[in-house]
């Protein structure tokens, strides 16, 4: 009887160990190379007006194996540089938003502009910033030793 507990209690340990291992190959999947489609909001809390974005490609992005863009912080930090130094203010705040496909990232961007017009002032002037004029680019990570 002690021997079919031990044996039981073997199959056991070596079944959890079994699914654990399971798990850690799948944590160990490849950056997913994709085109995502995004738009950014920025807006001063003490400001009126709200600069957005149009809704553009970015061919290359890399997608992580959990479904998050890879050094996402960089492109709101692209849109908010460009917003301080193009329209000479500072204390931006900035949103980064972005979908796989074009439909849900024009449903997202309309979800947002009613959020903000609803919960916000009601008197926000929307400056719609023009694909020409800034457009998000793939954040090129430099390491200490200077390569890519």
């Keep these: 009887m002690k021997a079919l507990r031990l044996l039981f209690l073997v199959l056991l340990t070596a079944g959890f160990a079994l699914q ?16 995502i489609y995004a738009f950014g909001v920025s807006h001063d809390l003490a400001d009126s007006t709200v600069y957005v974005t149009s809704i553009a490609p970015i061919n ?13 912080q960089y492109y709101g930090e692209q ?15 900035v949103a980064f938003y972005y979908a796989r496909d074009r439909k849900k ?10 959020k903000m017009k609803k919960h916000t ?6 400056k719609p910033i023009s694909y020409e004029d800034f457009r998000f680019k793939i954040p090129v990570l430099v390491d200490s030793t200077g390569e890519y």
């Design 20 to 35: 654990a291992d399971a798990k850690g190959k799948d944590k160990e999947k490849e950056p997913e190379v994709i085109t």
């Design 60 to 72: 290359g992005a890399t997608m992580l194996p959990h479904g998050i863009l890879q050094n996402i």
């Design 79 to 93: 849109m908010k540089k460009y917003v301080e130094e193009t329209y000479n203010l500072q204390h931006q705040t």
């Design 105 to 114: 990232a024009e449903k997202r961007f309309a979800r947002v502009q009613a």
């Design 121 to 126: 002032m009601k008197n926000l002037e929307f």
